[in-house]
């Protein structure tokens, strides 16, 4: 069964509900195992979404000249 493309907000939301089972510790072991399963793939997909995201990420800075140029997001610079 194919399973449907979620965004990364509903990504986040189901992770969320997926921990809240397994924290209360009362789900039978193969329903845990599939459960962390789901989970495991929602953050593997968070994750290759967050990564695209920050390739998008630019800022606009001045070039010598005056006019603005695209540079790529550097993570380490504080704003």
């Known amino acids: 069964m194919a399973e449907k493309k979620l965004s990364f907000e509903q990504s ?3 992770l969320q509900e997926i921990v809240a089972v397994l924290e209360k510790g009362d789900a039978p072991l193969a329903d845990s195992l599939k459960l962390f399963e789901e989970g495991t793939r929602l953050v593997s997909s968070c ?10 990420v630019v800022r606009l800075v001045k070039s010598a ?4 140029r695209e540079e790529p997001f550097d993570s380490g610079e504080e704003a």
């Open 12 to 14: 986040i939301e189901r």
């Open 47 to 56: 994750t290759d979404l967050l990564g695209k995201a920050e390739q998008k």
């Open 65 to 68: 000249d005056g006019t603005p």
